[in-house]
């Protein structure tokens, strides 16, 4: 999914803006590779970790940052299960298209 976002980046000579779900204040480990790839390439990129990520939550900050050309996702059943309001879709408000990029091994 980072990978596939990172692509769309350069395609679109965009930043990227990661925004994570983690217990801690830093990013969990399996990001350490990915970040260090960023550094080496000199690639503009920001990080955001939180303790807690809702679709909502990612559509209202995507819609009020018109700067924003694309959100990635893995997977939109992923977020259901994290969504408070099970009665609407979220997704169906974003401003701005929505991509998702499940891993080829995810299985459904």
């Not at 803006?17 to 399996?30: L, M, Y």
């Not at 959100?71 to 059943?77: A, N, Y």
Request: one cysteine or more; aromatic letters at 4%; proline letters at 6%.
């Amino acid at each position: 999914m980072l990978t596939s976002a990172l692509e769309l980046c350069r395609r679109l000579e965009a930043d990227l803006e990661i925004q994570v779900i983690a217990a801690g204040k830093t990013p969990p480990p399996e990001l350490d590779g990915f970040l260090a790839t960023l550094r080496e390439a000199g690639l503009p990129f920001s990080l955001a970790v939180k303790p807690s990520l809702r679709r909502r939550d990612l559509v209202d900050y995507a819609n009020a940052h018109e700067h924003i050309a694309a959100l990635v996702i893995d997977s939109r059943e992923g977020w259901e299960a994290l969504a408070q309001d099970r009665t609407s879709d979220p997704w169906k408000r974003l401003e701005c298209p929505l991509v998702t990029a499940a891993a080829h091994d995810k299985k459904h």
